[in-house]
């Protein structure tokens, strides 16, 4: 069945740089646009990007410019979230979800990375 | 961006209760208008997309209805595993945007 493997959590100091995947599997990666959605403690969810299998560009919120990057390997059907320059008040979980090309809605979740950010 | 307003924030109510929660969007949004469920320690899962489609394998329970700018999530008879944390996501212009969530739990 469809599905979205994430890595697992990650503890990092504040300046440090993370690089989370989520691997997809069981349908055609390139028909469907990969999302991240952050989640900070307590709080509600944010949409952070999507990105497009076939072209590796991405589109995202303008609250996630500079330190963070999106991007794919189409050849192993993997998408990755990279953050640099690392602060506390990244500490969050980290989503990916899939959605159609013309369509917003996330049909299919990974289990979620959980991001730490302490010295 | 789309400012999405879910009322209320938290809500409680009895098992077979029925469940409203609404979502104001700040601009017309046409039907693009998805519903998601989130229980603690896990990810969300979309419940209703396109304002009211129910996603397969979804209890026909819950329904959503609306347009434009006002949308109304329902639960017809509230059961004991629907306590969670509900959002509405809004994807008619980026970047997409959800609502703060609605926790609802049993009375």
């Known amino acids: 069945q469809a599905q979205l493997v994430q890595s697992g959590s990650e503890l990092k100091k504040p300046g440090a740089s993370v690089k989370v995947s989520c691997k997809a599997s069981?349908?055609?990666?390139?028909?469907?646009?990969l999302n991240w959605v952050r989640q900070a403690p307590g709080q509600g969810l944010e949409w952070m990007a999507r990105?497009?299998?076939?072209?590796?560009?991405?589109t995202f919120a303008q609250a996630f410019t500079g330190r963070f990057v999106f991007s794919l390997d189409k050849s192993v059907s993997t998408a990755y979230l990279q953050i640099s320059s690392l602060r506390a008040e990244d500490t969050a979980v980290y989503y990916c979800?899939?959605?159609?090309?013309?369509?917003?809605?996330?049909?299919?979740w990974g289990q979620g990375t959980v991001v730490t950010v302490s010295s | 961006d789309i400012q999405m307003t879910q009322s209320p924030s938290s809500l409680s109510a009895s098992v077979g209760d029925r469940v409203t929660i609404t979502c104001q969007a700040s601009?017309?949004?046409?039907?693009?208008l998805n519903w998601y469920q989130q229980k603690p320690g896990k990810a969300p899962k979309l419940l209703i997309y396109?304002?009211?489609n129910l996603e397969t394998g979804v209890p026909s329970r819950f329904s959503g209805s609306g347009s434009g700018t006002h949308f109304t999530f329902t639960i017809i008879s509230l059961q004991p595993e629907d306590i969670a944390t509900y959002y509405c996501?809004?994807?008619?212009?980026?970047?997409?945007?959800f609502g703060q969530g609605t926790k609802l739990d049993i009375k």
């Open positions: 601009q017309d949004i046409s039907n693009s």
């Open positions: 069981g349908y055609t990666f390139t028909i469907s646009t």
């Open positions: 979800a899939r959605s159609g090309f013309y369509s917003g809605a996330f049909d299919l």
């Open positions: 996501q809004q994807y008619d212009n980026l970047p997409y945007t």
């Open positions: 990105i497009n299998p076939n072209t590796g560009n991405p």
């Open positions: 396109d304002e009211s």
